[in-house]
């Protein structure tokens, strides 16, 4: 049960992280550009300003998702009194993984 609340509360997490991100780096392009975003499929927009405006966007995304999956982790290790069981088995292989010499990030196993 423990896993399915886990997927359930940062799939949940992760989805309202999304819509944040992009509503902001929306909201922060046409503030500061004073025009909407285009799409890049668009034959208007030029090539950098698609460019710059993915960068930004993804940036934001990738930022608010880490951070909402973190208190989602956070959440649950209070709630359960122990982390996400996909948490520490994913970090257990890669301590595994790191051992070999298969990676170079520094690995931190949970406990």
Do not use: C
Not at 13 to 41: E, F, L, N, Q, Y
Not at 48 to 60: L, Q, V
């Amino acid at each position: 049960m423990g896993n399915l609340v886990w997927k359930v509360l940062s799939m949940g997490a992760g989805i309202v992280a999304s819509k944040i991100a992009t509503t902001t780096a929306t909201k922060t392009w046409k503030m500061t550009t004073g025009k909407s975003p285009r799409s890049a499929k668009d034959p208007n927009a030029s090539i950098i300003e698609a460019a710059i405006y993915a960068a930004i966007s993804t940036g934001a995304l990738a930022a608010a998702k880490m951070y909402a999956e973190r208190r989602a982790a956070d959440y649950f290790t209070k709630s359960a009194g122990h982390p996400p069981q996909a948490l520490v088995k994913r970090a257990e292989e890669e301590a595994k993984e790191a051992q070999k010499g298969k990676s170079q990030a520094p690995v931190v196993v949970m406990e």
